[in-house]
């Protein structure tokens, strides 16, 4: 497996889970959880595709509902064991990012070719299914809380992209990438 | 005309009340009438259309975008001789949300053949349109409000894929998909 | 240069200036700046695009993204020696709005050849970067707030599809289209 390949599977996966998180703490019942994981972990490779004009990525790959399904059920029986529900959701919320935002420059790069699209597209990936999951469930979205959130996707993708055109190998490139937007919204969130 | 067109309308037609009924409660004019009837009668169904990467149904068939106007207008000169406008606002939707997630499941299955993209694109149908409405009009989203909302969509699609599924003909399959979400939802304002 | 293509600038830049406005009302970081520029900017031209599934304008052409860019840089190191960013967010609204919509009718009609759709593209063009805009910022939405805003946008389609259809050229029909969906907004600015 390809290391785009898992960082695609991070992010939908824990994307969900943060779903499911927020849904827990609104609770809602086991529907809302399925419902807020599904927007959560696709939302953001949904408008993607549609922008790049690609199939859109879970129609291809049913696959993906199954995990977002699978995340959402397993959320709803352990979230009320967690200490911090809201550090867990921030924490895993701040991985998926980073993998996500790779995931979608590397989709935008090899769909369009263009670096600046890559970066555009690492960023909305990445950015919009916590955005789309803090509209559905009516709080503030994510962009006005912290917007360094955005900014790691954008590092996340540049690192990528940039690296990437360096000459360096795919591996190098999206691991540089993940973990130094890891990085940024880890500082954020550690000292923000 | 076919169950599946009839139900098609009756979703497109319902939901623009409820879109124009919302309007009547914010009190708006005459062209936010037609707006929120306009996103809510088409919203779900031009998602789903989206993803599945098919043409918009309304830009194929402009007649939608005359049947939603048309409910628009007349709600605005009806709707204050109403005794409860929520009450049928509640109950339209209902009906709105039975006919619509199983046409968006007889979509989802025509264009993709997978009975679980089809359920998903039920759930999305029958339920984006109240969403975008509820997102517009500023109120909480009809999923935090009542999330037996979606778990009746899901119920209209699978009971739909199921029976359809068993051999059964079109028009069992889809009555009954309608029928059952109808009263999943029924069950939930009545007793909720 | 072609009207229609001086008006898709006009409405695109405009548009990111007045989400970068909004992006200093809520004193966000640069990044906040130029993602809402980018939302308000591109929002309402992506949804047309995808709708009318034709490629997305800023995927084709990425020196969009760099009207917005630069809008928001602009706006960044300018908008607190602005009187009234207030003012000045409603008032580049209103010409960015008349601009958009006439451009989104004329893309419609190209794309479509109806007169309807055409119209309902440029009510959604002009109309849902605003929407975007406002919804990310959690404020109530355009919408709720100034309902004579989609009329203006509708107004702009119907005198551009009116005018074309009875044979005057484009440039005409583009200037009056815009001319009179700009008043008619700003005759809600100044005495609504």
């Known amino acids: ?37 599904m927007v959560t972990g696709t939302g953001g490779g949904t408008v993607r595709d549609l922008i790049l004009g690609v199939p859109v990525f879970w129609v291809e790959q049913p696959l993906f509902i199954l995990v977002c399904t699978v995340a959402a059920v397993l959320t709803f029986f352990i979230a009320h064991f967690l200490e911090s529900r809201y550090l867990w959701l921030l924490w895993l919320d701040a991985v998926a990012l980073a993998a996500y935002a790779v995931f979608g420059a590397y989709k935008g790069l090899l769909v369009t070719g263009s670096p600046v699209i ?16 803090d509209i559905l469930a009516s709080e503030p979205s994510v962009l006005m809380r912290k917007d360094i959130y955005l900014a790691a996707a954008m ?13 360096v190998d795919q591996f190098v490139a999206a691991g540089l990438g993940f973990i130094l937007a890891f990085l940024t919204r880890s500082g954020a969130l550690a000292y923000g």
Chains 1, 2, 3 share one sequence.
Not at 15 to 34: E, H, N
Request: hydrophobic share 60%.
């Open 1 to 37: 497996m390809s290391i785009v390949i898992f960082l695609d599977f991070v992010g939908v996966t824990l994307f969900a889970v943060t779903g499911a998180l927020v849904a827990s703490r609104k609770q809602l019942d086991i529907i809302g959880f399925i419902f807020l994981a």
């Open 118 to 133: 890559a970066v555009v597209m690492g960023v909305l990936t990445g950015g919009l299914g916590g955005v789309f999951r």
């Open 155 to 167: 590092v996340g993708g540049l690192i990528y992209v940039g690296i990437l055109g360096a000459g």
